[in-house]
């Protein structure tokens, strides 16, 4: 008995130095604690969902959840007017500042390779590039890639360079990007329950940026790419909800005060006062249907088919426009409107070419309301601030102009300055998005629920290696004792 004793202390003692010097690396001593402090009341609620998803990483499968990610920036035109994010690519991770844009569909980062790119950025941030060869996780999309047939039929993929699936498209301002297409890991925190968050990463395809024109070559809003947030199968949102990892929804809220930034989500953002109106069918952007504008109340003039969707047309919620576009028809009606309603109270101006007017007083009061009529009920009221930004200097003060510009070829665009100060809601599933007036710099609520029922395989979403490889060699080495421990009883 005592020599089984003894033997039985030397594999735990093996164990514990095997264990812990795995690569060179001195044993250490691990310090245990309670998960939940024992003078604490847990929620029974909060023990499910952290033991759901242990159980799921025990099974080596995942219950997927909402990702949250954080968001710089500002609507406001004298200080860039754009919003951003950071996302982690590649092994080992690097964080990367990109443009938050519903009106594209791919995420794209600047290559290491690119010979026309800024080098500095006048939002005061430091560029980084994306170096395939620095990423021990990245591989390049070829030519005979599943992915790459799809895609060519597309405007943005082609295969005109050796065998690496390329891509080219340009933006409405007529900047432009191009160059390959990348797999690699996109990490992030995914929030499976109350106060529960878990460390992931899934392989996505993204562009890998080597040309830029216009715009995006100028230093003074230089950023580190796009996050396309579109519709197609290749934007992130489709990629890792079809793979069950994030829900069909994604959500944001732009702070238009300040300093600006917000929130940005993978998932749905929760308000009971929220109003949805159906997305446009068969449409490329994110379509919806406008049916008339109000101002005071007073519907303008307008012929309601002017803002019909039809190909090339209708009105698209975009993030990656900082301002409003309404067609021809209906932007005329609207500044006389805003004309009529201010005139005893304020005295017009022209600033570049843009209705503005001075005030000697707060705008509070003067200026009028403003409603967009959507389909399905839904209205969109736009306080001051989503209509009115303030001009350059003239003889007598800074004006107010009319942040609303005319629409080119019967397209409107809802832009940042609409879109902030408002939590939006884009319910692919259920194809249709919700708007709200909120304070974006609160904190919202978010549905966990829709991916409860979701499970994918371990092998498109992936955790700490280092974690995991540890888990092996204990799970290894407990098999040894064991087994050894058996055969002397026997």
Known sequence: MKFLIVLLLLFVAAAAVFCGGVGGFPARVLTLERAFPANRRVELEVLRTRDRVRHARILQQFSG???????AGTSDPNYGGLYFTKVKLGSPAKEFNVQIDTG?????????SCSNCPKSSGFGIDLNFFDTGSSSTASTVSCSDSMCSSLVQTSDASCSEGNQCGYSFQYGDGSGTSGNYVMDLLHFDTIVGPSVVANSSASIAFGCSTHQTGSLTKPEKAIDGIFGFGQHSLSVVSQLSSRGITPNVFSHCLKGDGTGGGKLVLGEILDPTMVYSPLAPSQPHYNLDLQSIA???QMLPVDPTVFATSDNRGTVVDTGTTLTFLVAEAFEPFVN???????????????????CYLVTSSITGIFPNVSLNFAGGAAMILKLENYLVLGDPVEGGTPWCIGFQKGQNGVSILGDLVLKDKIFVYDLSKKRIGWTDYNCSNDVNVSISASK???????????????????????LLLHIVVVALGSLLW
């Open 337 to 355: 409107a805003i004309n009529s309603a201010v005139s005893q109270l304020t005295t017009p101006v022209i600033s570049k070419g843009t209705q």
């Open 65 to 71: 959840g909402i990702v949250d990610f954080n968001v």
């Open 104 to 112: 594209s569909d791919i995420l794209w980062i600047t290559c290491s």
């Open 295 to 297: 101002v005071n109340g």
């Open 453 to 475: 029922d979701k499970f994918r395989n371990a092998g498109e979403l992936s955790e700490n290696s280092s974690s995991r490889t540890a888990s092996v060699l204990q799970a």
